[in-house]
T-cell receptor
Framework: SQQGEEDPQALSIQEGENATMNCSYK?????LQWYRQNSGRGLVHLIL?????REKHSGRLRVTLDTSKKSSSLLITASRAADTASYFC???????????FGEGTQLTVNP | GAGVSQSPSNKVTEKGKDVELRCDPI?????LYWYRQSLGQGLEFLIY????????KSGLPSDRFSAERTGGSVSTLTIQRTQQEDSAVYLC???????????????FGEGSWLTVV
């Protein structure tokens, strides 16, 4: 399996609920990033968390990083229908030159 | 420009033909990346350019794929003798990629949708 695996693969919730997506990775990282992709569109950067950080907030987004467990979570609070998209975590290895992406979580927020 | 620009946005080509995909990164970004995304899948790394350094080509799937970056700015991804399995979205991205090796945020273009028939 590859670096950066998200779970669940698909998540369906009602508007107003919180959505939590998880990401696991295998090797040491410099940072971990979360991206969003609307159907048929390019990726939009949401948030970057460095390996020496444990938690970061941006608006309705909260990202945590546990380097001992090699895992991260993305929490979207008070979800909206417009949050419907695929969410990808991506890791930049401590010695690498590339951002390695997981398979993504498809989030559907029902009005 | 304001963002990463890719062209064409859509391309339909016949099997066996060559295609060229173009990427114009954000002005001032020294790092440029190409990724490929098949339908419903994650992103597959293809190639990385950083300044004047030799590119990291380790993700190119076969010798039919090549890429160049002229003048440290615009990049072209070329696929020769296209096959149906080459059908995918080809995404270009750029970042500041500073000399200290800090891994900056990567900004993506909208992608070039390639369909090989």
């Amino acid at each position: 399996s590859q670096q950066g695996e998200e779970d669940p693969q698909a998540l369906s919730i009602q508007e107003g609920e919180n959505a939590t997506m998880n990401c696991s990775y295998k090797t040491s990282i410099n940072n971990l990033q979360w991206y969003r992709q609307n159907s048929g569109r390019g990726l939009v950067h949401l948030i970057l968390i460095r390996s020496n950080e444990r938690e970061k907030h941006s608006g309705r987004l909260r990202v945590t990083l546990d380097t001992s467990k090699k895992s991260s979570s993305l929490l979207i609070t008070a979800s909206r229908a417009a949050d419907t998209a695929s969410y990808f975590c991506a890791t930049w290895g401590a010695s690498g030159s590339r951002l390695t992406f997981g398979e993504g979580t498809q989030l559907t927020v029902n009005p | 420009g304001a963002g990463v620009s890719q062209s064409p946005s859509n391309k339909v080509t016949e099997k066996g033909k060559d295609v060229e995909l173009r990427c114009d990164p954000i002005s001032g970004h020294t790092a440029l990346y190409w990724y490929r995304q098949s339908l419903g899948q994650g992103l597959e790394f293809l190639i990385y350019f950083q300044g004047n350094s030799a590119p990291d080509k380790s993700g190119l799937p076969s010798d039919r794929f090549s890429a160049e970056r002229t003048g440290g700015s615009v990049s072209t991804l070329t696929i020769q003798r296209t096959q149906q399995e080459d059908s995918a979205v080809y995404l270009c991205a750029s970042s500041l990629g500073d000399s200290l090796g800090n891994r900056n945020t990567i900004y993506f273009g909208e992608g070039s949708w390639l369909t090989v028939v």
